[in-house]
């Protein structure tokens, strides 16, 4: 048996960048950071042929192209298994619709296990890369890339998309006792509304290929804040970082109607008056968690849980995608 786990992660600048309608012609930056909580895919060999899947739902088939669910369809069929007899199950820390790159996480798990399983090697990189051809050019998912690649690398990531499509790769240069002051400080909370991130990236992705003024112009201010908050982060001015928090979130608002609803502004509202500098919502938008940094947590908890938040307690992985048993 194979057992193989990926981290979620949160986006800390530049988030929207990393789609190729943006990046393909005004190249894109963003940071991301790892977390301790994972998607975990195992992969054994049953006694009797077929491909057995046990995810949300349960399939037993016969054949590669019989199998329901598009992301291990696809990764099996590129691993080009003649008779398959295969067992794949995932579990996950959280569900998927939650704004923490859940599915990038998944690709990347089931194909590291799949080439464990085979007793190949795979770099960080050739695994990020894989990923994204499975989900973006097989599958034609309006989705970005940054998901694939930070569950990839973990840590502290800086990313940069290139034109040719190319993606570079760096630790942000941040001391250990700012990292650890960041990890303290940053808070997640559930804000109970889980949905399909594809709606709004595919509505960012249109009008972005259109090269409409208004998005382009977004993302290219967003952008910025990508960079300047990598400044920050590694000159340890954490306040000031907490204060573009705000500032994104603004931005990224104004990119679909999808984005918010009145429950999340309130909560959001609320935390800045409670305890935190600044915060947004984590992933695509539309739901998911809410993501805060705060100078008195305590009051920002006792808060969001009159809202009835649940927060999700989190460390920042440094590991990436890793085999745990074999």
């Known amino acids: 048996m194979i057992i193989s786990r990926s981290p979620l992660r949160i986006t800390l600048g530049g988030g929207g960048t990393d789609l190729a309608s943006y990046y393909k ?23 009797k042929e077929g491909i057995y899947l046990k995810y949300s739902k349960i399939e037993k088939v016969k054949k590669i192209l019989d199998i329901s669910h598009p992301i291990i369809r696809e990764t099996l069929k590129f691993q080009k ?3 398959p007899q295969i067992e794949i199950t995932t579990l996950t820390d959280i569900p998927a619709g939650t704004g923490l790159g859940s599915s990038g996480s998944f690709t990347t798990a089931l194909i590291k296990s799949l080439y464990a399983h085979n007793k190949r090697l795979i770099h960080p990189q050739e695994l990020a890369e894989l990923a994204c051809h499975i989900e973006i050019d097989r599958l034609k998912e309006p989705i970005g ?3 694939q690649y930070i569950s990839s690398y973990g840590g502290v990531t800086c990313f940069a998309f290139n034109k040719n499509g190319k993606v570079t790769a760096k630790p942000l240069k941040i001391s250990h006792n700012k990292l650890t002051e960041l990890e303290d400080n940053l808070l997640l909370f559930f804000t109970g509304y889980s949905r399909n991130a594809g709606d709004i990236l595919e509505e960012q992705d249109n009008k972005t290929k259109k090269n ?12 910025k ?6 400044k920050y982060l590694e000159s340890g001015k954490l306040i000031q970082f907490a204060n573009l928090m705000n500032e994104h979130w603004e931005y990224k608002q104004s990119r679909s ?5 009145k429950n999340i502004a309130k909560c959001y509202y609320d935390g ?12 695509a938008g539309g739901g998911g968690f809410l993501m805060f940094y705060a100078n008195d947590k305590e009051k920002l908890r006792k808060k969001m849980l009159q809202n009835r938040l649940e927060e999700i307690r989190f460390n920042f992985d440094f590991q990436g995608t890793q085999i745990v048993l074999s």
């Open 25 to 47: 012609k005004n190249e894109g930056f963003l940071i991301a950071a790892a977390i301790n909580k994972y998607v975990y895919v195992t992969v054994m060999r049953p006694f």
């Open 272 to 283: 800045l008056k409670n305890g935190a500098i600044g915060g947004k919502l984590v992933g």
């Open 257 to 261: 109607k999808k984005m918010s609803n």
């Open 81 to 83: 298994i003649k008779t």
């Open 212 to 223: 409409e003024y208004k998005m382009i112009e977004n993302l290219n201010f967003v952008k």
């Open 225 to 230: 804040i990508g960079l300047k908050s990598k």
């Open 145 to 147: 890339k940054q998901d």
